[in-house]
């Protein structure tokens, strides 16, 4: 049986455990804002994670270089 085949055996119907009353009422780009400011994630590698183990000490760290580099 080909791909083809198979799509068109199934249905486009909501399993009926959904219930559509609970999907009305949707907000078209909610998230929108939040998704265009974008996130602010570094990944660390394992020894800067190991020296650095949570995010104030990573803080911490780059405003010390940051003071540094602005004298």
Do not use: I
């Not at 085949?5 to 009926?16: A, I, K, M, V, Y």
């Not at 190991?50 to 003071?67: G, I």
């Amino acid at each position: 049986m080909s791909n083809k085949d198979d799509t068109n055996s199934h249905s486009d119907e909501l399993r009926p455990e959904y219930d559509l009353n609970q999907l009305r009422g949707r907000v078209q780009g909610k998230h929108f804002e939040r998704y265009e400011r974008g996130t602010n994630l570094a990944l660390l590698a394992p020894d800067v994670r190991a020296a650095f183990p949570d995010d104030e000490s990573v803080n911490r760290a780059l405003r010390s270089v940051m003071q540094s580099h602005a004298s």
